[in-house]
């Protein structure tokens, strides 16, 4: 059973700085694509930024040269570093990973931007 367990979120001011983390665990095989998605309130969940286990990156236009995001293979663990906060970063952050074609996400951990 696949599990990602999230940490990091919270209340912070626009211009401000987070750091997401999340730990998977719990498949013989290899977490090939992690990364995290964001649901705005009142709208649709959005990919924010992806990562292979080689180290390709993705990212959404609206986060590039904000946000990074990398992982640590020995620990099967996706980091997302978000830096000049906006208002409009203000989501439940979601991680997820790929094994096999599947999709398995993470309870969500609350991101708010005050302005």
């Known amino acids: 059973q696949v599990q990602l367990v999230e940490s990091g979120g919270g209340l912070v001011q626009a211009g401000g700085s987070l750091r997401l983390s999340c730990a998977a665990s719990?498949?013989?095989?290899?977490?090939?694509?992690m990364g995290w998605y964001r649901q705005p309130p009142g709208k649709q969940r959005e990919l924010v930024a992806s990562?292979?286990?080689?180290?390709?990156?993705n990212y959404a236009d609206s986060v590039k040269g904000r946000f990074t995001i990398s992982r640590d293979n020995s620990k099967n663990t996706v980091y997302l570093q978000m830096n000049s906060l906006k208002p409009e970063d203000t989501a439940v952050y979601y991680c997820y990973t790929l094994v096999i074609s599947r999709f398995y996400w993470g309870q969500g951990t609350q991101v708010t931007v005050s302005s």
């Open positions: 990562i292979t286990s080689d180290g390709a990156t």
């Open positions: 719990g498949s013989i095989f290899s977490f090939n694509v």
